[in-house]
């Protein structure tokens, strides 16, 4: 990643991060919202569940000049999913779910280069998930 995407991402994850839980809860209603089948990989309570989600973005985000520093992180989370029941094409339903939500949120702020920055991060964060 570009240190313009780089910045880009920062910037804007600190205006979501505000509402961290407005935007985990839209983030899961899309997700359900675009394929409902997902619900069931979801146990327990889902305030919990958008404070985890929120909390894994941040630290891809403050670990982005270094992504190595997580990798080990980011692929066992990748196995616990896995044993979770996700696929690798519920990937994409996700990155869609984000987008949107990202979209939502940040409004004109979220240009062209904010989404190619955010996809770029998602594919290198998704990719590693996937390998493992």
């Not at 209603?29 to 394929?35: A, G, I, K, Y």
């Not at 979770?84 to 990202?102: E, M």
């Amino acid at each position: 990643m570009t240190e313009d995407q780089i910045q880009m991402i920062q910037r804007t994850f600190g205006k979501v991060a505000l509402i961290r839980q407005q935007a985990a809860a839209q983030f899961y209603d899309r997700l359900f919202t675009l394929d409902p089948t997902l619900k069931p990989l979801f146990k327990g309570n889902m305030g919990e569940q958008g404070e985890k989600l929120m909390a894994t973005i941040a630290t891809a985000v403050r670990h982005l000049k270094n992504p190595e520093a997580i990798r080990d992180s980011v692929a066992k989370m990748g196995e616990r999913h896995r044993g979770y029941g996700v696929q690798d094409r519920h990937y994409d339903t996700v990155a869609a779910a984000l987008l949107w939500t990202l979209e939502q949120n940040l409004g004109p702020d979220f240009t062209p280069d904010v989404r190619k920055a955010w996809t770029d991060m998602y594919v290198l964060v998704a990719g590693i998930m996937k390998a493992a």
